[in-house]
């Protein structure tokens, strides 16, 4: 187990390496984040923001968006994959909004979930980026990044997130949330970049694969 202090020197690190981390989605308003963070559901930021213009330049709020019909949203989200679900998703999410919040987006955990489309990932990433509500969301990104390096442990998204949370000040969270992704997306791949990443020497997986590797002496002696 790693100490406190080692933790908060790992999350510094990766800060350094990754100045500015931030969500890579586009969006000018909390229901524009919401609805990205649906769009991006087994698709890329990359390929949400390439449709989200068009899609809320016909439908910008949640009044607008509300009177579509699938097949008027089908096309716009098309290539993001899965586009009926989420068609569906997002009419049922802007439906709720204006009948139980008055079209806003609710600064709320568990009322953020009880919308269509809406899981714990998504609602923290809402809260966090575009409600100023602390917020750790955990994707997949997170989940391979921290266990890893030692500083979470398991494959559940929710007991990961409040491992990380207890290490961390709320006001870090959300930007710790960030640079664990950026970190999975740039640096700690499925096939890692070891010899780039700044927490190597903090790091359990690459601890036991240097384990596993004998040293070029060794090799040697064995020959
Ligand atoms: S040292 Fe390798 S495995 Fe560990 S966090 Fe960095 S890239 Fe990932």
Same mark, same amino acid.
């Given at each position: /187990? ?17 100045? &500015? ?13 919401? +609805?990205?963070?649906?769009? #991006? ?7 949400? @923001? ?10 910008? !709020?949640?009044?607008? /968006? ?12 098309? #290539?993001? &994959?899965?586009?009926? +679900? ?6 049922? *999410?802007?439906? *709720? ?11 709320? /955990? ?13 609602? @923290? ?9 602390? &917020? ?10 921290? @266990?890893?390096?030692?500083? +979470?442990? &398991? ?7 409040? =491992? ?30 070891? !010899?780039?990443? !700044? ?23 064995? =020959?």
């Amino acid at each position: /187990m790693k100490s406190p202090l080692d933790i908060r020197k790992i999350f510094d690190a990766l800060d350094r390496q990754h100045p &500015g981390a931030d969500t890579e989605l586009h969006y000018t308003t909390a229901f524009e984040l919401l +609805a990205a963070t649906i769009l #991006s559901a087994q698709s890329t930021d990359q390929r949400v @923001n390439l449709v989200t213009p068009a899609l809320f330049a016909r439908y910008p !709020d949640a009044e607008t /968006m509300a009177q579509a019909a699938p097949e008027d949203l089908e096309p716009l989200i098309h #290539s993001t &994959g899965f586009f009926r +679900a989420k068609a569906k998703s997002l009419i049922g *999410m802007a439906r *709720m909004l204006v009948a139980e919040h008055g079209g806003e987006v609710p600064a709320d /955990m568990d009322a953020l979930t009880a919308l269509p489309g809406v899981g714990r990932k998504t609602a @923290n990433v809402v809260l966090g980026h575009a409600l100023h509500v602390p &917020g750790f969301p955990v994707d997949r990104h997170v989940l391979r990044v921290s @266990n890893r390096i030692g500083i +979470a442990d &398991g494959d559940d998204p929710e007991q990961v997130e409040a =491992q990380l949370c207890a290490e961390l000040p709320p006001e870090r969270w959300t930007r710790a949330s960030d640079t664990l992704i950026l970190h999975g997306r740039r640096i700690c791949k499925p096939k890692p970049l070891c !010899d780039q990443c !700044d927490v190597r020497t903090h790091c359990d997986e690459a601890a036991r694969a240097t384990r596993k590797t004998p040293s070029r002496t060794a090799r040697s002696r064995k =020959q």
